[in-house]
């Protein structure tokens, strides 16, 4: 690797996020390697970007010196540095203990410490002057994400010349929780740095537009407001996925083979029930792993006949409540296990590694029922490449309510994860329905994903964004 003098070439659409599509890891043999970081924004943003001529600037895991990197798919990487200490207080601190959970209902307790915030304004500071020395004069600067929302307001300050746009990936919670925010006007100011401030629902836009008038005082509707003599759009944009590649590569060959090998060796089960999370407690992987372990209980579901795969990738690992969580997970899965398995029979098949999308996609495959139950989401990007990957059109999505996605894939089975007789009762019904229904229901899902995905994700809001259009010839979205 190089580590050298940033990269000081310049473009005309510069992508901000916290994360690079490349995570600084290391191997069993303590070498460094590198590779696709895992959430749902990567996901998102990386198959769009791909060959554009773009610039994304963001950090790539690890602390010390910004590493020089190299194009990749075409795309430039500008690599914001982080210390030790910004780790602590920007990344693991105010962005994932602070905003995360009051963005997430506060399902854990959101904590406040005021070097927190010194450090957020420090590490978004960075990021903006980043920013200023990459993008091209009249450049569009499409900013993502919870971690980065005082960057609109510092980067219109440092280039007024700039087209900024603002997408949060994650819930815009109501103005109760938000109001607990010590920092909240600070907050709001920063996002309307933007022309264009994107949520996933309208509700989230709603909750916003309510906020800046509570807190600022500022005239707004859901669709805009005026901040001095700028007028803010504001709107909803459910980010998707590219619904082709992931049909492509769940219908290739290998990874046909891939799933029938996987099914075998899970023991050729009548039914196998899926999930795939990052251990995140927002995603009830407990409240899930309850409602499978009392259905045991119960008789209601035979561990001969239907086995639940949990893939839970470990995240923001030396978060407290991260770790709390993972450890609570592997004692309900090995009580489980011990309680209802046999020998070379699990109850469930626990896997905390990253994959890579051919592996996924066959996991997909194989998995009769998709259980995809958090207690609060954005979107759930998971719920996407499971349709998208059924090409054969059979397959049962359970989704919780309180996922983006139920808005737009009404035809799964909806649940509630915070009623556990609810979650059995769905999961019952969706190792039960009717072929016929399901089949039905998963076809009406794929056609929605076929015209609703990354690109005219990309397309809607680059579209809004930039009322001259010329970013979307860019993308190749026309
Ligand atoms: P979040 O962004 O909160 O993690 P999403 O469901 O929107 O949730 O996105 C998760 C993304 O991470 C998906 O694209 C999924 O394929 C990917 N992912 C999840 N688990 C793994 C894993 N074990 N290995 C590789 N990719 C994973
Ligand atoms: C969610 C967030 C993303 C984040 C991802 C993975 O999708 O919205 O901004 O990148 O989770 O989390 P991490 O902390 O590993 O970046």
Redesign the pocket.
């Known amino acids: 690797l190089l580590i050298g003098m940033p990269e000081m070439r310049q473009s005309s659409l510069v992508v901000v996020a916290n994360r690079l599509p490349i995570d600084d890891s290391v191997a069993p043999d303590g070498a460094c390697e590198w590779r ?1 970081s ?7 943003l990386h198959p769009l970007l791909r060959h554009t001529p773009a610039t994304w600037v963001g950090w790539a895991g690890g602390t010390g010196p910004a590493p020089a990197l190299p194009d990749i798919d075409g795309v430039r990487m500008r690599s914001v540095p982080l210390s030790g200490e910004d780790l602590r207080d920007h990344y693991e601190g105010f962005a994932n203990a602070t905003l995360w959970p009051i963005y997430h209902d506060a399902v854990e307790q959101p904590q406040h410490h005021r070097r927190w915030w010194d450090a957020y304004q420090r590490v978004n500071q960075r990021f903006a002057e980043a920013t200023a020395q990459v993008a091209e004069p009249g450049a569009v600067v499409w900013v993502q994400d919870y971690h980065l929302q005082l960057v609109p307001g510092l980067l219109r300050t440092l280039r007024p010349d700039l087209r900024i746009g603002f997408f949060l ?2 819930p815009f919670p109501p103005p109760e929780l938000f109001m607990q925010l010590p920092r909240r006007a600070e907050l709001l100011r920063g996002m309307l740095g933007a022309d264009l401030v994107g949520f996933q629902r309208a509700q989230a836009a709603h909750n916003f537009a309510q906020l800046v008038t509570k807190v600022l005082g500022l005239p707004a509707t859901d669709r805009r407001v005026g901040v001095e003599d700028r007028v803010v759009r504001i709107g909803a944009f459910p980010v998707s ?1 590219d619904t082709v590649e992931m049909a492509a590569l769940a219908d290739r060959p290998d990874v046909a083979d891939r799933a029938h090998r996987l099914r075998h060796d899970l023991g050729s089960p009548d039914q196998v029930i899926l999930s ?3 251990m ?1 407690y ?2 009830g992987i407990e409240q899930r792993l309850k409602a499978y372990s009392e259905l045991l209980a119960g008789g209601h579901v035979k561990v001969r006949d239907t086995v639940l795969v949990q ?3 470990p ?1 923001r690992e030396r978060v407290s409540q991260y770790q709390i969580l993972r450890d609570r997970v592997e004692r309900e899965v090995g009580r489980i296990n011990g309680e209802f398995g046999r020998v070379g029979e699990p109850a469930i098949h626990y ?7 051919a ?2 996609a066959a996991l997909y495959r194989v998995a009769d029922v998709m259980a ?1 139950t958090p207690l609060r ?7 996407k ?1 499971y349709v998208a990957a059924r090409v054969d059109d059979s397959g049962a999505l359970l989704l919780s309510e309180f996922a983006g996605a139920a808005a737009e894939l009404p035809q799964a089975y909806l649940v509630n994860p915070h009623d556990l007789e609810g979650l059995k009762q769905g999961l019952l019904a969706a190792l039960r329905a009717d072929p016929a229904d399901v089949g039905e229901r998963m076809r009406s899902m794929r056609a929605y994903l076929h015209e609703h995905d990354i690109r005219a994700w990309a397309r809607s809001y680059l579209s809004t964004l930039d009322q001259s259009g010329s970013m979307l010839t860019r993308l190749g979205g026309g």
């Open positions: 696709r895992p959430g749902g924004l990567v996901s998102a990936h994650v996925i795939v999370d990052r995140d927002t995603k893939v839970a990738v995240s896997l905390t590694q990253p994959f890579d999308r592996e996924l995809v989401d954005g979107m759930n990007l998971v719920a490449e």
